[in-house]
């Protein structure tokens, strides 16, 4: 710890990732000198999903390091889609562990419009409240709520689709219960109340394996 807070002396700019036996290394200690963690060399998106939740019921996510890898996964061999992969990514301190130069076009421009996203989503991820949203179905989503202040972020991942699907409904926590919020997922754009999305909530239905998306919110007014 001496050595790292002298080289923090030393060097003001420069952030320092505790990283040991693939997060073996993570306790409150380390948090007072270091900026962030490495969470795990596992790094496979799905895996990532169980791995992330359980560091959060101890650590915060602000210092929660999380990488996009190649694919197929350098430990697991799944093979899982770019877009997947970063979603499971931004949940944390995004970073970039692939290889872009062998990016295709169209994963060039999937990642630049993700990292795009992210940059304007992460002060809710990094700095707001965090919520395991039940699951209500017996489909295997996994739901995480970010909410700071009047905005929300929202991810939800299937990462296996079951015949004879039906979707799930999901309750959304923390919301004021007279203010309005506009609510934006899967290219629709609804208003409802607070009271609304956590009593009734939102009905979600992805489709195919290693699926995923990003609903956001934000409260527009109060409601009588």
Aim: glycine fraction near 8%; charged fraction near 30%.
């Amino acid at each position: 710890y001496d050595i790292v807070r002298k080289l923090k002396d030393k060097h003001k700019k420069v952030y320092f990732e505790a990283c040991a036996s693939g997060g073996g290394r993570i306790d409150y200690g380390s948090l007072e000198v270091f900026d962030d963690f490495w969470t795990s060399d596992n790094t496979d998106a799905y895996d990532r999903l169980k791995i992330q939740d359980s560091y959060s019921y101890i650590y915060p996510i602000k210092a929660m390091r999380a990488w996009v890898t190649d694919c197929p996964n350098f430990l697991s061999k799944r093979e899982i889609p770019l877009r997947f992969r970063f979603h499971s990514a931004m949940m944390g301190t995004l970073g970039i562990g692939s290889n872009i130069l062998k990016y295709t076009k169209e994963e060039a421009e999937i990642a630049k419009d993700l990292i795009s996203e992210y940059k304007s989503i992460r002060h809710i991820i990094q700095d707001g409240d965090f919520y395991r949203i039940e699951n209500t179905s017996s489909n295997d989503y996994y739901i995480y709520q970010y909410l700071k202040d009047n905005e929300g972020v929202v991810f939800i991942f299937l990462p296996q689709s079951k015949i004879g699907h039906r979707g799930a409904r999901f309750k959304l926590r923390g919301l004021e219960e007279n203010k309005k919020y506009k609510v934006e997922y899967l290219d629709e754009v609804i208003e409802k109340t607070g009271g609304y999305l956590m009593k009734y909530g939102l009905d979600i239905r992805l489709q195919g394996d290693y699926n995923s998306c990003i609903l956001k919110l934000n409260s527009t007014l109060n409601y009588k």
